[in-house]
């Protein structure tokens, strides 16, 4: 499996794209400022085609560039439905702060939105994704995990968005953020998982479950739990 990114914008928001080896289609996932003309120039360098954007949450700084990369390839968002009503009205999520930042940028919703549940298992370019609803940073965030066969095995790979970074976890102090929530998320959703499972984080670098178990000074006490 091809798993690659790239921090974009004001933001160093990671933006990932997941391919099978060899596939001609692909899915992005968390296009954010910025973000879509390096897309675009990766996608055409290695023929590609995205055949959907997933969003972890609905924070400007991860959805800024949807609504271009959807139009551009008649493709859907999927984005859980507590989140979505910041892809056009994103200041609601953020707070007054980012309103000097936008100036008169204007945020539409793309012309196909699919709604995101806890549980769910998406059939995307060849993959199968299944998303954990893991709300505390805002209250529709999810992490979204599959797997990719390698020469060792296979190989658990978890896209955390806020939720999760290395050494850190998500602030809780913007609209629909709630700390102790966020804590129960990551223990029932992603403290669960196997050691070895690769996070890739919404910034910064990546990291394992097993690292952020033995290092992470927010997790100090924190079980898994189902």
């Given at each position: 499996?091809?798993?690659?990114?790239?921090?974009?914008?004001?933001?160093?928001?990671?933006?990932y794209i997941l391919a099978?080896?060899?596939?001609?289609?692909?899915?992005?996932?968390?296009?954010?400022?910025?973000?879509?003309?390096?897309?675009?120039?990766?996608?055409?360098?290695?023929?590609?085609?995205?055949?959907?954007?997933?969003?972890?949450?609905?924070?400007?700084?991860?959805?800024?560039?949807?609504?271009?990369?959807?139009?551009?390839?008649?493709?859907?968002?999927?984005?859980?439905?507590?989140?979505?009503?910041?892809?056009?009205?994103?200041?609601?999520?953020?707070?007054?702060?980012?309103?000097?930042?936008?100036?008169?940028?204007?945020?539409?919703?793309?012309?196909?939105?699919?709604?995101?549940?806890?549980?769910?298992?998406?059939?995307?370019?060849?993959?199968?994704?299944?998303?954990?609803?893991?709300?505390?940073?805002?209250?529709?965030?999810?992490?979204?995990?599959?797997?990719?066969?390698?020469?060792?095995?296979?190989?658990?790979?978890?896209?955390?968005?806020?939720?999760?970074?290395?050494?850190?976890?998500?602030r809780s102090d913007l609209?629909?953020?709630?700390?102790?929530?966020?804590?129960?998320?990551?223990?029932?959703?992603?403290?669960?998982?196997?050691?070895?499972?690769?996070?890739?984080?919404?910034?910064?670098?990546?990291?394992?479950?097993?690292?952020?178990?033995?290092?992470?000074?927010?997790?100090?006490?924190?079980?898994?739990?189902?």
């Amino acid at each position: 499996m091809l798993v690659t990114g790239f921090p974009a914008g004001a933001f160093q928001t990671n933006c990932y794209i997941l391919a099978k080896d060899g596939a001609s289609e692909c899915i992005v996932v968390d296009p954010g400022q910025n973000a879509a003309e390096p897309l675009f120039e990766f996608l055409a360098q290695s023929s590609l085609t995205p055949t959907a954007v997933l969003l972890t949450h609905g924070h400007l700084d991860h959805t800024w560039s949807v609504e271009p990369v959807c139009e551009k390839f008649g493709i859907p968002a999927y984005i859980h439905p507590e989140d979505r009503y910041m892809l056009s009205d994103p200041l609601r999520g953020t707070g007054p702060a980012l309103a000097a930042m936008l100036g008169d940028a204007e945020f539409h919703e793309p012309r196909e939105v699919i709604e995101l549940a806890d549980g769910d298992v998406l059939e995307l370019a060849g993959m199968s994704i299944t998303v954990d609803h893991t709300p505390g940073h805002t209250q529709g965030s999810v992490v979204l995990r599959t797997v990719a066969e390698t020469d060792d095995g296979p190989v658990q790979i978890a896209l955390t968005g806020d939720t999760l970074f290395s050494g850190s976890i998500g602030r809780s102090d913007l609209p629909g953020g709630d700390h102790e929530q966020l804590l129960r998320s990551i223990a029932a959703k992603l403290l669960v998982l196997a050691d070895d499972t690769a996070v890739l984080p919404g910034h910064g670098g990546s990291t394992s479950i097993g690292q952020e178990r033995a290092s992470n000074p927010f997790l100090v006490g924190l079980a898994g739990s189902k």
